[in-house]
């Protein structure tokens, strides 16, 4: 996903752009109607409603250039170069 933040004052024209840049892991989930929907949350309930598309977001990473990609074209997993910590998950 490539997106930005937008923000803007209330009575002021001045704008914050903050890059919002991720590579977004989806899987897909099995899905099943919960089995007291009368004493389910709102939050419950909207939990089930999004899993009824049987697809989940897992993980959330920083999307990197192609050109920060080490060995782009045989490093199956897309690990950047300049990320912190162990994303081979």
């Known amino acids: 996903m490539v997106a930005d933040l ?3 004052k209330r009575g002021d024209e001045r704008k914050v ?3 919002f840049n991720k590579d977004l892991l ?3 989930t099995d899905s ?7 004493k ?3 939050l419950q309930k909207s939990i089930y409603s999004i899993r009824t598309n049987k697809l989940e977001i897992y993980d959330m990473r920083d999307l990197c250039l192609a050109d ?3 060995g782009l074209a045989g490093n199956k997993l897309g690990i950047c170069k300049n990320r912190v910590g162990d994303f081979t998950r």
Do not use: G
Request: without cysteine.
């Open 26 to 28: 989806i899987r897909a």
């Open 32 to 38: 099943f109607d919960y089995s007291l929907p009368e």
């Open 6 to 8: 937008i923000q803007q």
């Open 17 to 19: 752009i903050v890059p």
């Open 68 to 70: 920060q990609y080490e």
């Open 40 to 42: 389910a949350t709102n």
